[in-house]
Nanobody, 122 residues
Framework: QEQLVESGGGLVQAGDSLRLSCAAS???????MGWFRQPPGKEREFVAA????????HYADTVKGRFTISRDNTKNTVFLQMNSLKPEDTADYYC????????????????WGQGTQVTVSS
């Protein structure tokens, strides 16, 4: 299994951008990766996923066109570029990894990070 560590969260204003990173140790280049978030008082929800080569991505409708997932297999890191942030994007953001892309999309990934907090003020 991978070990995942997220970073890059913080407090920003609506309309700002933020880039999250997730550093992995373990078999990163063969794992599909994803980002999830858990808003305060709500359940965890899918944000974005990317295949192990990066050729296929999938996004939640709520972030499509604003967020971009990417990966650098030479650095064992997956990124989430978040633009045009809204207060409703406020959440703890988690990265996850699994050999199977659909397991990531379905929130059934084998490996999870500890999360990084993102707060968007209005």
């Amino acid at each position: 299994q991978e070990q995942l560590v997220e970073s890059g969260g913080g407090l920003v204003q609506a309309g700002d951008s933020l880039r999250l990173s997730c550093a992995a140790s373990g078999p990163f280049s063969s794992y599909a990766m994803g980002w999830f978030r858990q808003p305060p008082g709500k359940e965890r929800e899918f944000v974005a996923a990317i295949t192990w080569r990066g050729g296929v991505t999938h996004y939640a409708d709520t972030v499509k066109g604003r967020f971009t997932i990417s990966r650098d297999n030479t650095k064992n890191t997956v990124f989430l570029q978040m633009n045009s942030l809204k207060p409703e994007d406020t959440a703890d953001y988690y990265c996850a990894g699994d050999p199977i892309f659909d397991r990531v999309r379905q929130s059934k990934a084998a490996s999870w990070g500890q999360g990084t907090q993102v707060t968007v003020s209005s």
